[in-house]
C-alpha cells in the first residue's frame, strides 16, 4: 500500500529491548510511516518532539517506566496518541490504558507481545491526523441560555434503540434516547448538554419532556409486546410525587406499567442510596421496572445492590465491545451476568457490535441485547416499518 507523504505518520518506539524496536521500527517503516526508535529514558528525553503522532510505549521500562513516561507526556500537553505494549501482565496494560485516557490522552490500542505486523498496523490504522479531526470552538460548546432557548424552541426530540430478546431473535423493546438538534449548530450530543442540563437546574423539564414524550410514543405502541426504557437524573428521583406523576401518565394513556422501565445509572444512585429509596421502591409497588444502568462503571457494594428493588441489570457497553478480546472485559461480563441472574434480575447487554459477541451473549444465557449490530437508534417510524410490521 503506497502512503503519500502528506499522510505520514511521525512515530516514536520506546523500549529497551533492541530487538523488539528494531522489528516496530521496521514494520513501522514498510507500511509507510516514519519511525524513530529509542531504548531507554535518556534516549527518550532527547528524541521527544511534540512533531510525532504516534507514541509506541513498552511499560516495562529502566529507569523511567511507562508510566512516568505518561506522567511526563501528560504534564508536557502531548497531544500524541499511545499504542500500549507489554510482554508482561496483561490487566498492567488494562490499567495504565485507563490511567492514560483518565489523562485525556487518547490510546489507540494495546498490544501483548509477541504480535505480528497485521496487529501493529491495524491499530496504527486507528489514528487520525489532528487536521482531519473536527475542532469545535469553544464558542459551539452548550450555555445555559442556549440549553434553555432550545428548550422553549423544542429542538429536541427522541430517537429509540431496539432491544433484542436473545431467544427469540424478535424485537424486546426500546430505548428512548434525548437528542438535540440545535437551529445553527447541529446534533450535539448528550454528553455535552446532560451535564449543562443538570448543573443549571434545566434537567427537570428535559426530563418531562422525555417522558410526555416516550409516554406518548408508548401509547401508539400499547397493542405490541415491548417495552419503554427512560433514563432518569438522579436529580428527578429525589421528587417525592414522582411515583404518582408516573402513575397518572401512564393511566391516562392507558399503558400497563410493566411495559414501562426507569433506567438509572450505578454510579448516581449508589452515591447515596438512601436518598432514593423511598422513591425507587413505590415505583416497584407500582409495577414500574427499575434497571440499573451502565452496571460494572461504578463502585456498588453487594450489600446496596440488594437493597436496591432493581429488577434489571444492563452491563455497560465499554466492557461488552470489548468482552471477546479482553479477558478482564470478559469477566466482568460473565461476574454481571452470573450476579443478577443470582438476584434475579435480568440483564441487557448494551454495545453489541459483532456477531462472536452477540454468540458469546447468547451461550451464556444473556437475556436482551442491543447495539450497532442489530440497530442503531433510529426513528419510531422505522421502528414500526422495520420491527413492528
Given at each position: 500500500m503506497h502512503i503519500s507523504k502528506t499522510d505520514q505518520i511521525n512515530i516514536l518506539i520506546i523500549d529497551d529491548e533492541?530487538?523488539?524496536?528494531?522489528?516496530?521500527?521496521?514494520?513501522?517503516?514498510?507500511?509507510?510511516?516514519?519511525?524513530?526508535?529509542?531504548?531507554?529514558a535518556d534516549d527518550f528525553v532527547r528524541a521527544y518532539s511534540t512533531a510525532f503522532d504516534i507514541i509506541i510505549l513498552d511499560l516495562f521500562m529502566p529507569k523511567l517506566d511507562g508510566i512516568e513516561i505518561i506522567r511526563f507526556l501528560h504534564e508536557n500537553r502531548s497531544r500524541a496518541s499511545l499504542i500500549l505494549m507489554s510482554g508482561k501482565d496483561k490487566s498492567i496494560l488494562h490499567s495504565a490504558s485507563e490511567l492514560a485516557s483518565e489523562r485525556k490522552m487518547e490510546v489507540l490500542g494495546v498490544l501483548e507481545k509477541p504480535f505480528t505486523i497485521d496487529q501493529l498496523e491495524a491499530v496504527i490504522g486507528k489514528f487520525i491526523p489532528q487536521k482531519h479531526r473536527p475542532q469545535d470552538p469553544p464558542s459551539a460548546l452548550p450555555t445555559e441560555q442556549g440549553l434553555r432557548r432550545g428548550i422553549e424552541q423544542r429542538e429536541f426530540f427522541l430517537a429509540y434503540q431496539p432491544q433484542f430478546d436473545f431467544k427469540t431473535g424478535k424485537?424486546?423493546?426500546?430505548?428512548?434516547?434525548?437528542?438535540?438538534?440545535?437551529?445553527?449548530?447541529?446534533?450535539?450530543?448528550?454528553?455535552l448538554f446532560i451535564p449543562l442540563a443538570e448543573q443549571s437546574g434545566l434537567i427537570n423539564p428535559l426530563t418531562e419532556y422525555v417522558l410526555e414524550e416516550a409516554m406518548a410514543q408508548m401509547a401508539k405502541w400499547r397493542d405490541y409486546d415491548i417495552t419503554m426504557s427512560i433514563n432518569v437524573s438522579p436529580t428527578t428521583v429525589v421528587d417525592l410525587d414522582m411515583p404518582e406523576k408516573l402513575d397518572d401518565m401512564i393511566k391516562a394513556r392507558d399503558i400497563a406499567p410493566e411495559k414501562i422501565i426507569i433506567e438509572l445509572t450505578e454510579t448516581a444512585i449508589m452515591e447515596n442510596v438512601s436518598s432514593y429509596m423511598d422513591i425507587l421502591t413505590r415505583l416497584r409497588m407500582k409495577n414500574f421496572n427499575l434497571s440499573i444502568d451502565d452496571f460494572g462503571t461504578g463502585y456498588s457494594s453487594m450489600q446496596q445492590l440488594v437493597r436496591v428493588p432493581f429488577n434489571e441489570l444492563k452491563i455497560d457497553q465499554s466492557f461488552i465491545r470489548q468482552a471477546i478480546t479482553d479477558r478482564e472485559c470478559q469477566a466482568v461480563a460473565q461476574m454481571s451476568l452470573s450476579l443478577a441472574h443470582g438476584l434475579n434480575m435480568h440483564v441487557v447487554a448494551e454495545g453489541i457490535e459483532d456477531q462472536s459477541t452477540y454468540d458469546w451473549l447468547k451461550e451464556l444465557g444473556c437475556e436482551i441485547g442491543q447495539g450497532f449490530l442489530m440497530s442503531r437508534p433510529i426513528s419510531p417510524e422505522e421502528i414500526e416499518e422495520r420491527f413492528l410490521s
Open positions: 533492541t530487538d523488539m524496536s528494531e522489528f516496530v521500527a521496521d514494520a513501522v517503516t514498510a507500511i509507510g510511516h516514519n519511525a524513530v526508535a529509542v531504548s531507554d424485537i424486546a423493546g426500546v430505548e428512548a434516547l434525548l437528542r438535540w438538534q440545535h437551529a445553527t449548530r447541529g446534533l450535539i450530543h448528550p454528553g
